[in-house]
């Protein structure tokens, strides 16, 4: 059932001595927030190249309207956050990665604050939020509900001012080239193969490469994310033979706008923060019943509950209740949202918002250490592309970008220390590389691509459980029979392999892990299972999938 699977390293034929070659300290594959941090760092010892296949503001960071999470009033301690982090992680944290990051995050914004990042503020004080998970209210936004789009911005205008980084747009990271080049944990990453509409195939040679292209919720048919995130990054460790960690946990944001119709956007979990309240078809609130937290517990538990008193009432959404908190106040704190909902004809000073759960954010990745090292050398990874342990098997709101900025500053520091000290070859021996021709028939890619979003969603969403699990990994492996086997030489053939190959890891993982964990909930096996308070990982050989 693996062999689709195993039987390429490389999604396309190509011979390096044919083709241009670009030369780099670091390359960092990847826009969002960890990608860029790892670049602005880097770029003081070297030169750096940002490789995204749209456009610079292309990337799950800029969607976000959650907010940074850190410790920046006198009432709230460390202890405190990272007890409820781990808390939210049930069991499959790693402290020490947790700690070194939340002690990093108040000097993070301060000093971002100081560079001119406009912070929603207070007075004199930072303006702090609180949301689902929280004991304390630390949560620190930007222009209300725009805090991705306001980060972005700021960074990309660092970067811009920066003559050593360079940003090469609409260019698709193909594959990681490793020597030797069939990968794995003795080899070491070289650069990246890609392709740009104009340049075409192209090889870039880099000291060190970062990945942070980590974005997945296009795997499932019901996402928040931008049509973008299609599991690169998963995909591209995978083939070059790189330790891949809990990619079964896959973190559902309750709360995204329901249209029939129409795609999903995000109604930020500081609404809930605010006050506002989860109702069923018939206007009953039904969070308190489910925590003692109401709608302010940990995404996991706000999410199942919703899918249930869905499945109960027998409908396709439940509501968000803002109208206690005014119209006027919730257009002044949320502006996007309130756009949204009225281009809707919503007006939620009024109306109740409908709203349905939706695949968010990526907790596995490439296993990495602190600084994040993957397991081929020279390689590191940050932001959704890494699986670093701080989030274990649910992520708490707002961690997520702190763990983005600290961590992707690291890898970035670590990658122009080794570059600038002379490591790391930047160039590579001769690359001959021939794909076998298939004959078999070709599928339509969009049929592919839309059926495997819905599979995914219906039988690796929210609930699990063996039978949907085995019929998935059947069905995928089928396609990837008259996928895999095929080159494409565009964007959409290799978003779709890498959607494939993403989504198989993902269910394989998913059904071997026989529990119930934060986002990982099997309905034949409801229990948390205390031998399972532990990773799984997979790497790539010649030969078979291994799976620990």
Same mark, same amino acid.
């Given at each position: ?39 602005? !760092? ?52 790693? !402290? ?76 698709? =990271? ?85 249209? =029939? ?22 206007? !009953? ?153 298939? !004959? ?109």
């Amino acid at each position: 059932m693996d062999g689709p699977y195993l039987q390429r390293r490389f999604l396309v034929s190509f011979a390096s001595r044919k083709l241009p070659h670009i030369f780099t300290d670091v390359l960092v594959v990847g826009s969002g927030a960890a990608g860029m941090r790892a670049a602005i !760092e880097a770029s003081g010892a070297g030169s750096v190249i940002v490789l995204t296949k749209g456009e610079l503001r292309d990337s799950n960071t800029y969607n976000a309207q959650g907010g940074l999470a850190a410790v920046l009033d006198a009432s709230d301690t460390i202890e405190s956050h990272l007890a409820d982090t781990i808390e939210a992680g049930r069991g499959m944290c790693d !402290e020490a990665v947790i700690r070194r990051v939340i002690e990093a995050a108040p000097h993070c914004i301060r000093e971002m604050y100081e560079q001119g990042l406009e912070f929603d503020s207070s007075g004199q004080d930072l303006a702090l939020g609180r949301e689902g998970g929280h004991s304390a209210s630390r949560i620190v936004h930007a222009a209300g509900d725009a805090s991705g789009r306001v980060l972005v911005d700021f960074l990309a205008g660092r970067i811009a001012a920066c003559e050593e980084i360079k940003v090469f747009e609409d260019c698709f =990271a193909i594959d990681l080239v490793t020597d030797p080049p069939e990968g794995g944990s003795e080899s070491r990453c070289i650069g990246a193969l890609t392709y740009n509409p104009r340049y075409g195939l192209q090889m870039i040679h880099a000291r060190r490469t970062i990945l942070a292209a980590g974005g997945s919720g296009m795997l499932w048919r019901e996402t928040s994310n931008p049509p973008g995130a299609t599991a690169d990054a998963i995909a591209l460790a995978f083939r070059a033979g790189v330790t891949i960690s809990d990619v079964e946990m896959m973190q559902f944001h309750p709360t995204t706008l329901y249209i =029939a119709g129409s795609s999903r956007s995000l109604i930020s979990e500081a609404v809930r923060g605010e006050g506002a309240y989860l109702v069923d078809r018939n206007g !009953e609130r039904f969070m308190p019943d489910c925590h003692e937290l109401a709608e302010l517990a940990p995404r996991d538990t706000v999410s199942r509950a919703i899918l249930t008193r869905m499945r109960e009432t027998g409908s396709t959404h439940v509501f968000l209740d803002v109208r206690h908190i005014g119209g006027k106040a919730f257009s002044d704190r949320f502006p996007q949202i309130n756009q949204q909902c009225k281009s809707f004809g919503i007006d939620p000073g009024c109306d109740l918002i409908p709203v349905h759960p939706a695949a968010h954010y990526m907790i596995g990745g490439a296993s990495v250490d602190m600084d994040g090292r993957t397991s081929v050398e020279g390689l590191l990874a940050c932001g959704e592309a890494a699986c670093t342990g701080m989030h274990g098997a649910n992520r708490l709101a707002s961690n997520s970008l702190t763990e983005a900025l600290v961590l992707g500053r690291q890898c970035g520091r670590l990658a122009g220390e080794i570059a600038s000290s002379g490591q790391g070859r930047s160039d590579a021996p001769d690359i001959d590389w021939m794909n076998e021709k298939s !004959e078999r028939t070709e599928l339509d890619l969009s049929d592919i691509r839309s059926s495997l979003r819905s599979v995914m969603w219906r039988n690796v969403g929210l609930f699990r459980r063996r039978g949907r699990l085995e019929e998935t990994l059947e069905i995928i492996a089928f396609w990837g029979r008259y996928v895999l086997d095929k080159e494409f030489y565009d964007p959409a053939g290799w978003e779709a392999q890498n959607m494939l190959t993403a989504s198989y890891v993902i269910s394989r993982f998913a059904l071997r892990r026989t529990e119930t964990r934060g986002v990982h909930c099997r309905e034949d096996y409801p229990e948390t299972d205390p031998s399972w308070a532990r990773h799984q990982t997979a790497r790539r050989t010649d030969e078979e999938l291994v799976i620990e």
